[in-house]
């Protein structure tokens, strides 16, 4: 297939162009070749690894972790089993983060519950909280 330029790339793929540039300088996706003019231009495979990337960030991949499953997909001789564990891994992690959000909800609502909502800020007990009590 013919090159394609990265405006043409970053609507195919619902990916903006300085995000492209981003994951070219971040080694997620190879250096474009340059037209005379000095254009970027890509293969059209690279609208399927942008895919890939923003699917990965969906579930919470961060870029670093989203390279080593771009170089477990290219070698040959990793196994599925790998990819597996990292996801369990993402997984977990998700998880105490999950865990961690419902704390802290659940001492927001201990406070707006204590807070009348009216009188100056210096009588807060949600300010007043924050600066004394260990909050968790």
């Known amino acids: 297939m013919n090159a394609m330029r990265i405006g043409q ?11 492209i540039r981003f994951y070219e300088r971040e080694g ?3 250096k474009a070749c340059r037209t005379e ?11 399927a690894r942008l895919r890939f990337i923003k699917q990965a960030q ?25 990819v597996r564990r ?5 997984s977990r992690d998700i998880e105490r983060k999950i865990e961690s959000l419902n704390r802290m909800k659940q001492v927001l609502v201990k406070l707006t519950t204590a807070c009348p909502g009216r009188g100056p800020t210096s009588e807060c007990p949600i ?5 004394t009590e260990e909050i968790e």
């Not at 790339?9 to 995000?19: K, L, Y």
């Not at 300010?127 to 600066?131: F, S």
């Open 127 to 131: 300010l007043d909280a924050m600066e």
């Open 28 to 30: 997620l996706l190879e």
């Open 9 to 19: 790339i970053a609507r195919h793929s619902g990916t903006s162009i300085e995000t």
């Open 58 to 82: 969906a579930l919470g991949f961060t870029l670093k972790e989203i390279k080593e499953l771009l170089s477990l997909k290219l070698n040959t001789d990793t196994h599925c089993g790998e």
């Open 37 to 47: 003019a000095g254009y970027r231009t890509y293969r059209p495979d690279v609208i």
């Open 86 to 90: 990292r996801a369990e891994t993402k």
